[in-house]
C-alpha cells in the first residue's frame, strides 16, 4: 500500500497550501465555483428571464395592447420553465402572481382572488380523496377479484387489468389507481419469476395495462384528471354570461362530459391490450403459479372490514353527488365534501394526505388558470388565434376537421413534454379564441385539447399514470417510446372519429 | 458544532488514508463489470468499496399532484422492495461470492431522510475485522449525476466508477442533457473509470504527453496494475514527423518510470495525428485506456474539451481519467 500513501503526499500538499491562502482569496474562489456551477444548473432560468426582457424591450407588435403583450411574454417564459424546469414548478406559479402585480400592475387583491375558483378546488378536493381512496387497501381485494374473473391467461389477466384500472380511473383520476394497482403488477410479476431478465416483456404488458389503462380512462369524467376541470373553468370563464341564457350551454356538467368522452375511453380499452401485445411478447403466457400465491397472500387479510365498506360507500356518495348535484354547487365542493368526510369518519390521517399530495400542484394550476384568463382579458389569446390560423390557413387547416387535427396535434406536441394539466392550461386560452375566430364550436375544440392532452404515452413526464409506473424501476424510457406511438396514432384518429361521426347526434 | 466539526475531520482523515472506490450500479451490465474491476483493485485490507444508487427525487407534478411515494409506500406495504436495493444488493452478492472477499462480515444500517421523506437515503455498512468495509448507498437526489457528485462531498473517494449509459452525444446534445458519465467526469476531482464493454485482460494503455501529471498517471497506473495484474503498454501521439523525437522521449521516459516500480511494459510505441483519433484507434487492441487529465474544473473543463474528454467520448473501450 506504500504506493497509495505516497501517491497522496501531493494532494496532501496543494491542501496545506489552500489553508495558506488568504481569507479573501479562498472566497473569491469558493464565489466563483458557486456562481459557474450555479450558473450552470440554472441556465434556462436565465435564458427564460432573458428572452423575457428581450421581448418586453421590442416594440409591441400592431393589434396588440401593451398589457396583453406582457401577458403573452409571461406565458412564453412560464413555458420555456415549465418544460426545462430550471426551477421547481411552484416557484414558477409564484414568479406569475410577482409579474402580474409588478409587471402588470394589477392589485395584488385581485390576483389573489383570480388563483381560486371551483376548478382549483376541485383539482385540490380530488388530490386529498385519491390519498384517502389509496390508503384503504383495497387494492389486494381488486387484484383479486380481477383474476377470478379473467382465469389465469396473461391476455385475459391484462385485458382485465386495463378494464378495471381504467373504470377507476375514470372516476377516481389516473394517479389513484396507477398508485393503487402498481403493487399488483409488480407482485404478478415477481411471483412468477425473481430474475428480472427472464420477465422483462412480461413487466412490460402487466405495468404498460395499468398506465395506459389508467391514462386512456382519464379523459371519461371530468374527475378523471385535473385537465379537464381547467377546461370545464375555462368554457365558464370564457363564454359565460349569466345575463345571456344561450351561453348556458358553455357550462359542462359532469353527464355532459361523460356523454361526450365515456364512449371513446371504451372504445380504446381493447387497443390497449392488442397494441401491448403486438409490441412486447411476454415470456409467460400463464400465470397460474403467480396467480395462487396471489390468493394466499389475499386471504390472510381475512373478510372485508367494516371500514372497508364504509370508504366503498363513501367514495359511491361521492360519485353520486358529482353526477346529479355538482351543477348546483360545483364539483370542487363536492370533492372537498368527499376528502372531509374521510377524514370526519377516521379512514385517513391528515398526516398522510398532508404528506401525500403535492400542494404545489394545486397551486401552480391555480397561477397557471389566472394567467390564462389574462390571456383572454388582455386580448392576447385572440392575437396568438389569429396568428394561429393565418399560418394553417395556407396548409387548409384553418377551418373543420384540418383544424381539429392541428388542435390535436399541437396538444398531443405540448403534452409529451410538459404535465398534460400544465400543457392544457397554457394552451386552453388559445385553442378556445382559436375555434371562435374560425367560427368553430368552442366546445369540440376544448374537448378535442383536453382529450389529446392525454396522449403523453411517449414519455415518462407524460401522464401521471405512466410517471408513477416508471417508479417502479421494471420499465425503460426507451419503451415508452416503442409502444407510445402505436397508442398516439390509434388514440388520435378514434378522437377524430367521434369528433366527426358521434359528437354531432350531441347537438353541437 | 464545533465538535461535530472536529469529528468530521478526523473521519476524513480517515478516509484519506483509505483507498476508497465509489461505485454506481444502475442495474446494467456495465455497471457490474466495473464493479468486478473494483474488487480486484480493492482487494486489500486498506480498501473500500462502496456501491451507490442514485435515484432521482420524485416530482410531484409530473404524477399529477400526487406524490409517487403514496405509491412507494403501497409497494412497501406489499412487501416489494423498491427499485435500486434489488440492485445494490445483486452487486453485493457479486461482490461477496468474489475471491477473497468471503469472510466475516458485520452489518450496520444507518438511515438518513432527505428533505423529511421517509424513503430517503439508506446506507448498508458491512465491515469485517480487518477495518475494510463495503457500504450500499440508496441516495436520493435531484438528477443522477448531481447524487453521485454530492456523495463525493460527502467522503473522498479515489476513484469513481461508472457504467457506459451508451447516450453520448455532441456538442448541443451535452448542452441540453450531458449523460450521466459525461457529467461526472466533467465535474468529479477524482479518477472516473467509465465502464464500456470490458474485455478483460487485454492491459491498460497508458497515454503520455510527457507533462508532469502524465508522469504521475504513469505511476499510479504501475502500482494499480501490479495490484490486478494486468499489463501496461505505454504511448504517446506526436501532432507531426518532426515532433517524433520528443513523443519517444516522453515514452522512454514512462518506461524508465515503470521499470524503475518493477514494472515491464508490454508495448511502447508513437503514433504520429491528432492525438485523440490515434489513441482510440490504438486503444483498440486494449482493455483500459488511460488518460490524465489536468485539476482544471467544471466550466473550463467544458469548453476547453480536452482531449482526454474527447477520447472519452468516442472511444468503444473503458476508459480512465486520471487525477
Redesign the interface.
Known amino acids: 500500500?506504500g504506493?497509495?500513501?505516497s501517491?497522496?503526499q501531493?494532494a496532501?500538499s496543494v491542501r496545506d497550501e489552500q489553508k495558506k491562502d488568504s481569507f479573501g482569496a479562498k472566497l473569491a474562489k469558493l464565489l466563483s465555483?458557486f456562481s459557474?456551477?450555479y450558473m450552470?444548473e440554472k441556465k434556462w432560468f436565465f435564458i427564460a428571464m432573458i428572452v423575457g426582457a428581450i421581448m418586453l424591450s421590442l416594440p409591441v407588435p400592431d393589434g396588440l395592447s401593451r398589457e396583453a403583450w406582457i401577458v403573452l411574454t409571461m406565458s412564453l417564459v412560464a413555458t420555456i420553465l415549465f418544460v426545462t424546469?430550471p426551477i421547481p414548478?411552484p416557484a414558477v406559479a409564484l414568479l406569475i402572481i410577482l409579474g402580474q402585480v409588478l409587471l402588470l400592475g394589477s392589485a395584488s387583491s385581485d390576483v389573489a382572488k383570480s388563483l381560486w375558483n371551483d376548478s382549483v378546488l376541485f383539482?385540490m378536493g380530488s388530490?386529498m380523496l385519491?390519498?384517502a381512496v389509496?390508503k384503504q387497501?383495497l387494492?389486494?381485494r381488486i387484484a383479486w377479484i380481477i383474476v377470478r374473473i379473467t382465469g389465469t391467461k396473461t391476455t385475459r389477466i391484462c385485458f382485465g387489468i386495463s378494464v378495471v384500472s381504467g373504470l377507476l380511473a375514470s372516476f377516481i383520476?389516473?394517479?389513484?389507481v396507477?398508485?393503487?394497482m402498481?403493487?399488483v403488477g409488480?407482485?404478478l410479476v415477481?411471483l412468477t419469476s425473481d430474475d428480472?431478465k427472464k420477465v422483462r416483456n412480461l413487466a412490460a404488458v402487466l405495468l404498460f395495462s395499468i398506465a395506459y389503462g389508467c391514462s386512456v380512462a382519464g379523459i371519461g369524467t371530468p374527475s378523471g384528471?385535473?385537465r379537464n376541470a381547467i377546461m370545464i373553468g375555462y368554457w365558464r370563464e370564457f363564454f359565460y354570461d349569466p345575463s345571456n341564457p344561450e351561453t348556458q350551454r358553455f357550462i359542462i356538467d359532469y353527464v355532459t362530459w361523460m356523454m361526450f368522452a365515456y364512449p371513446m375511453f371504451l372504445i380504446q380499452l381493447p387497443f390497449v391490450t392488442l397494441i401491448l401485445f403486438l409490441t412486447f411478447k411476454p415470456e409467460y403466457r400463464d400465470l397460474s403459479r403467480a396467480v395462487v400465491k396471489l390468493r394466499a397472500q389475499v386471504e390472510s387479510e381475512g373478510p372485508m372490514k367494516a371500514a372497508d365498506w364504509v370508504s366503498i360507500i363513501l367514495f359511491l356518495l361521492v360519485l353520486i353527488g358529482w353526477i346529479f348535484v355538482s351543477d348546483e354547487v360545483g364539483m370542487g365542493t363536492i370533492a372537498i365534501l368527499g376528502a372531509t368526510a374521510f377524514l370526519v369518519a377516521g379512514l385517513v390521517r391528515w398526516e398522510d394526505i398532508n404528506?401525500?399530495?403535492?400542494w404545489?400542484?394545486?397551486f401552480?394550476y391555480g397561477a397557471a388558470i389566472s394567467l390564462g384568463i389574462e390571456m383572454k382579458e388582455t386580448g392576447a389569446a385572440q392575437w396568438v388565434a389569429e396568428n394561429f390560423l393565418a399560418m394553417l390557413a395556407p396548409i387548409g387547416a384553418n377551418e373543420g376537421f384540418g383544424l381539429w387535427a392541428a388542435v390535436s396535434v399541437l396538444t398531443t406536441a405540448v403534452t409529451n413534454m410538459m404535465?398534460n394539466?400544465?400543457a392544457v392550461a397554457v394552451l386552453g386560452p388559445v385553442v378556445l379564441k382559436v375555434a371562435v375566430v374560425a367560427q368553430e364550436s368552442p366546445i369540440v375544440i376544448g374537448f378535442i385539447t383536453a382529450i389529446s392532452s392525454a396522449f403523453a404515452y411517449l414519455t415518462?413526464?407524460g401522464?401521471?399514470a405512466c410517471?408513477?409506473v416508471y417508479?417502479?424501476?421494471?420499465l425503460k424510457t426507451t419503451d415508452f417510446l416503442a409502444v407510445g406511438w402505436k397508442m398516439v396514432v390509434v388514440s388520435t384518429i378514434i378522437m377524430l372519429l367521434a369528433a366527426f361521426v358521434y359528437w354531432p347526434f350531441l347537438g353541437i | 458544532m464545533a465538535e461535530t466539526d472536529i469529528d468530521l475531520e478526523r473521519l476524513y482523515e480517515e478516509r484519506r488514508a483509505r483507498y476508497r472506490v465509489l461505485v454506481c450500479v444502475d442495474g446494467s451490465d456495465e455497471s457490474y463489470r466495473g464493479l468486478e474491476y473494483a474488487s480486484q483493485l480493492a482487494n486489500n485490507p486498506n480498501s473500500d468499496i462502496i456501491l451507490l444508487y442514485v435515484r432521482p427525487i420524485d416530482q410531484g407534478l409530473r404524477s399529477g399532484g400526487l406524490q409517487v411515494r403514496v405509491a412507494r409506500e403501497n409497494m412497501l406495504s406489499w412487501g416489494l422492495e423498491l427499485p435500486g436495493i434489488k440492485y445494490l444488493k445483486k452487486g453485493l452478492e457479486q461482490l461477496m461470492t468474489g475471491e477473497g472477499m468471503a469472510s466475516d462480515w458485520g452489518e450496520k444500517i444507518t438511515h438518513t431522510d432527505i428533505e423529511g421523506d421517509p424513503l430517503g437515503d439508506n446506507k448498508i455498512e458491512y465491515t469485517n475485522e480487518g477495518g475494510r468495509s463495503i457500504v450500499l448507498k440508496l441516495k436520493t437526489a435531484s438528477t443522477i449525476a448531481a447524487g453521485i457528485l454530492d456523495q463525493y462531498e460527502l467522503g473522498p473517494y479515489d476513484l469513481i466508477i461508472l457504467g457506459d449509459s451508451g447516450s453520448w452525444g455532441g456538442w448541443a446534445k451535452s448542452l441540453w442533457d450531458p449523460a450521466v458519465a459525461e457529467k461526472v467526469a466533467m465535474h468529479a476531482p477524482c479518477s472516473v473509470l467509465v465502464a464500456r464493454e470490458l474485455a478483460r485482460g487485454k492491459g491498460h494503455l497508458l497515454c503520455t504527453d510527457g507533462s508532469d501529471h502524465a508522469m504521475r498517471m504513469v505511476k499510479r497506473s504501475g502500482v494499480v496494475a501490479g495490484k490486478i495484474n494486468s499489463h501496461l503498454s505505454v504511448m504517446s501521439v506526436a501532432l507531426d514527423v518532426e515532433s517524433e523525437p520528443d513523443a519517444q522521449k516522453n515514452v522512454d521516459a514512462a518506461v524508465t518510470e515503470l521499470k524503475a516500480m518493477g514494472v515491464e511494459p508490454v508495448n511502447a510505441f508513437t503514433r504520429v495525428g491528432s492525438p485523440f483519433e490515434e489513441i482510440i484507434s490504438a486503444g483498440e487492441d486494449y482493455s483500459f485506456i488511460v488518460v490524465g487529465s489536468d485539476g482544471r474544473t467544471g466550466l473550463k473543463r467544458f469548453f476547453m474539451g480536452s482531449v482526454a474528454f474527447k477520447v472519452m467520448e468516442h472511444s468503444k473501450k473503458s476508459v480512465i481519467i486520471n487525477r
Do not use: C, F, Q, R
Not at chain 1, 383520476?173 to 389513484?176: F, M, N
Not at chain 1, 417508479?471 to 421494471?474: I, K, L, Q, V, W
Open positions: 500500500m504506493g497509495y500513501n501517491m497522496n501531493p496532501a465555483d459557474v456551477h450552470w424546469e414548478l383539482i388530490l385519491a390519498v389509496v387497501k387494492d389486494k383520476g389516473e394517479h389513484t396507477a398508485a393503487m402498481l403493487p409488480i407482485t415477481t428480472p384528471g385535473a404528506s401525500g399530495v403535492n404545489g400542484v394545486v401552480l404535465s394539466g400544465a415518462v413526464v401522464t401521471p410517471t408513477i417508479a417502479s424501476g421494471y
